[in-house]
């Protein structure tokens, strides 16, 4: 490896793919009318063992994994893997991995998974490296038991650390959506945090983060006030135009503000947020949305019923400038941060705080302090 080559390290469950991929492995092992035989047997298994979530894996590889011969198991994996592939991963993860294997990149798999079907799955995206959990086996089947450490957590982080001691690359960079990766994220140049709702863009950005925070505040701004002058125009055709009734007149308007609101933020004010369950982000958008307007509403009911400040100067206070700077500071946020998200974020890899940091570029460089 050139000493000015990139180390790549993906862990593989909800970084790579979409959700966890060990128990629908195990699933296609076990006919449909023995599998709750098997799972009554790990949960009588993890009670024993503390209720631990070592516990629950333990259990499950023993209960799924023992006495099957290898080579079965093996094709299995495959075919499992390659479903992974064509199914299960994250576009925006796949289509990020290339632009590294493109740069000429060394590409690793990290996962606390089996590597029956990691180190597969390694295989047919091109990655050079494969860390994984590998189980034990005797005769030409498998006990069910690991035949080292969970690659998870510390362990993991020490078998990074092991392959950036041997390599040594001039840079490193490790994408993780899992809080227990923090030791590994700690040994990274660019830790990458990996967010079910955050998209991760290709290439990645490299616009300074309080220009590119401007940038968003701007366009939520034009998008608030598109909303607005939308709302007052169709509350007015209705009300004076159509003669409808002023409650029915004010709805169909707030109807029409959140659609714009809705439309204007997903493809003007965060135009590379991940675009996937649909539903849910429109649920949770209508939700945050209530929420802003009931801290309105407690606003006005505070500075009005609490305080006794009664005057229409002090309601309008109250509502439409309290209320209407705290809903707006709610609204963006929460946005951004369950809606909208667009980009992954950095972390800082603080085991006592994991906390994450906002710029979009190297952490440090190798060799500094």
């Given at each position: ?85 064509e199914r299960g ?144 125009a169709v509350f ?21 503000a959140i659609t ?110």
């Amino acid at each position: 490896m050139r000493a000015t080559q990139r180390l790549v390290v993906w862990d593989v469950d909800r970084t790579l793919t979409r959700s966890d991929t060990l128990v629908p492995f195990l699933r296609t092992l076990v006919r449909r009318r023995d599998l709750p035989a098997v799972l009554l047997r790990v949960a009588v298994d993890v009670v024993r063992g503390g209720g631990r979530r070592a516990a629950l894996k333990d259990a499950l590889l023993r209960r799924f994994l023992a006495g099957r011969r290898s080579t079965d198991v093996e094709a299995s994996a495959a075919r499992y893997a390659q479903i992974v592939l064509e199914r299960g991963c994250r576009p925006d993860s796949l289509e990020r991995w290339a632009w590294h294997r493109g740069r000429g990149d060394v590409l690793v798999l990290a996962s606390a998974s089996p590597g029956l079907y990691v180190r597969v799955l390694g295989e047919l995206l091109g990655a050079q490296h494969v860390l994984a959990t590998e189980l034990a086996g005797a005769a030409g089947r498998l006990t069910g038991e690991r035949s080292g450490p969970n690659c998870r957590g510390h362990d993991k982080a020490a078998r990074i650390a092991d392959l950036v001691a041997r390599l040594g690359p001039g840079e490193v960079w490790v994408y993780t959506d899992s809080r227990s990766d923090v030791p590994s994220l700690a040994l990274a140049d660019v830790p990458v945090r990996v967010r079910r709702y955050r998209r991760l863009t290709t290439p990645p950005p490299t616009l300074p983060p309080t220009g590119r925070r401007s940038s968003e505040l701007v366009r939520f701004a034009l998008t608030g006030v598109a909303a607005y002058l939308a709302d007052v125009a169709v509350f007015n055709l209705a009300l004076l135009v159509l003669r409808m009734d002023p409650l029915a007149a004010k709805a169909l308007s707030s109807v029409v503000a959140i659609t714009v609101a809705y439309l204007g933020s997903r493809y003007y004010t965060w135009p590379d947020a991940l675009r996937r369950n649909t539903a849910g982000a429109v649920a949770r958008f209508v939700a945050i949305s209530v929420a802003a307007a009931l801290v309105q509403v407690a606003c006005l009911w505070l500075s009005h019923h609490v305080l006794g400040l009664t005057s229409a100067l002090a309601d309008n206070l109250a509502a439409n400038v309290v209320g209407m700077a705290l809903a707006t500071a709610l609204r963006f946020w929460a946005f951004r941060r369950f809606v909208f998200a667009p980009e992954e974020s950095l972390a800082t890899a603080d085991p006592a705080h994991d906390r994450r940091i906002v710029a979009h570029g190297p952490r440090r460089s190798r060799g500094e302090p």
